[in-house]
């Protein structure tokens, strides 16, 4: 059985291996690019969007790269339970609260002795209800006028990837620090956004 997995599962342990976590990505940044120039740097990955001074003479770049927002996959889900062709609701599926009902419940237990000695109980239950449940959206809509159904169609989820570095330079401009001020997931199977750009 374990073997008719194979072909799904290899490929997924093989991305996973290969995949750098935010804390693996700043180690192999920094040792690639402490002691280099912040200037071959900013020439390789492009210019920082905030630059602030230090007392030494040096400065702190502030950069961010990889900027990107993707479409997130919100393929409508099917119904947990089919839709019933009588009105009525599967058990275990939530119902529409009623606009106005009734409900009556009736429970009654009977317990006695059998000739060897078992005593038995029997519970029954019975349960009546009747309710109104009206789609308001669709109830205005038609006084109105108006078609029915939601006034608009939702916008499509998004998520946007990013890696935001803090670059320490001394005053000659040579790099000394790398710290991750943001790191998200990565555009497909990457731990890290800063794992995929900065290699």
Do not use: H
Request: net charge positive; aromatic share 8%; proline share 10%.
């Amino acid at each position: 059985m374990i073997r008719r997995y194979w072909p799904i599962v290899l490929p997924l342990l093989l991305a996973a291996a290969g995949c750098q976590t935010s804390a693996e990505a700043v180690s192999t940044v920094n040792a690639t690019w402490v002691g280099r120039p912040a200037d071959d740097f900013f020439s390789r990955y492009g210019a920082p969007y905030s630059t602030s001074p230090r007392q030494d003479g040096g400065a702190i770049y502030s950069w961010r790269g990889g900027e990107q927002t993707l479409a997130v996959n919100t393929a409508p889900r099917p119904p947990a339970f089919p839709p019933s062709p009588f009105g009525t609701t599967p058990a275990g599926q939530p119902t529409p609260a009623p606009l106005f009902g009734d409900t009556t419940s009736r429970t009654t237990s009977n317990s006695w002795v059998r000739a060897d000695g078992t005593k038995v109980t029997e519970t029954r239950s019975r349960t009546t209800s009747a309710s109104v449940n009206v789609d308001t959206t669709k109830l205005v809509g038609s006084l109105l006028g108006a078609a029915a159904g939601p006034s608009a169609a939702p916008k499509p989820a998004t998520r946007t990837i990013v890696c935001e570095l803090s670059i320490t330079a001394d005053p000659e401009g040579v790099i000394t620090a790398l710290s991750v001020k943001r790191d998200t997931e990565g555009a497909f199977l990457s731990l890290s956004r800063c794992g995929e750009i900065l290699k």
